[in-house]
C-alpha cells in the first residue's frame, strides 16, 4: 500500500525558508502525480504544487499555485523516493498544515488546478506557522 509520511514542518519568521519533506513507498504503478496541498485555518484545502513522474522521475513542468509561484519549489529525489517542498520568502498566510498526496490518475494544469477528489493515498500532515 502507498505511505505517504511528511516532516519538516515547524514554524518560521515572514521572510524565511522551510523545507517539507514527504517519504514515498509502497508505489504499484509506473505513473504518479505528486502533489503538496494545505489546508489554512477556516479554508478548504487546497492545491500548492504537482509533478508528474515515471518510474521515479520527473516528466514534465510543474504545477504551482499563483499565490505560490515564484517562492515554492517542488522536487524529488528519485534515489530515495522523496518528494519536497522548498518554501521561500514566506509569509504569514502561508500558515497551515500542508499534505503529499498521490494518485496514478490525477491531472493538473494552469487552468484546471490540482482537485482533492482526484487524489487517493495521503499524509498525516505537518504544521507550518509563519509569524511576522
Known amino acids: 500500500q502507498v505511505v505517504l509520511i511528511e516532516s519538516g514542518g515547524g514554524s518560521v519568521q515572514a521572510g524565511g525558508t522551510l523545507r517539507l519533506s514527504c517519504a514515498t513507498s509502497g508505489f504499484t504503478y509506473i505513473n504518479y502525480c505528486l502533489a503538496w496541498f494545505r489546508q489554512r485555518p477556516g479554508r478548504e484545502r487546497e492545491g500548492v504544487a504537482a509533478?508528474?513522474?515515471?518510474?521515479?522521475?520527473?516528466?514534465?513542468?510543474?504545477y504551482y499555485a499563483g499565490n505560490v509561484k515564484g517562492r515554492f519549489s517542488i522536487s524529488l529525489d528519485n534515489t530515495t523516493g522523496t518528494l519536497y517542498l522548498q518554501m521561500t520568502n514566506v509569509k504569514p498566510e502561508d500558515t497551515a498544515v500542508y499534505y503529499c498526496?498521490?494518485?496514478?490518475?490525477?491531472?493538473?494544469?494552469?487552468?484546471?488546478?490540482?482537485?482533492?477528489?482526484?487524489?487517493?493515498?495521503w499524509g498525516q500532515g505537518t504544521q507550518v506557522t509563519v509569524s511576522s
Open positions: 509533478i508528474y513522474t515515471s518510474d521515479g522521475s520527473i516528466t514534465d513542468s510543474p
Open positions: 498526496a498521490a494518485d496514478p490518475f490525477a491531472v493538473y494544469s494552469d487552468y484546471g488546478g490540482l482537485g482533492v477528489a482526484d487524489f487517493r493515498h
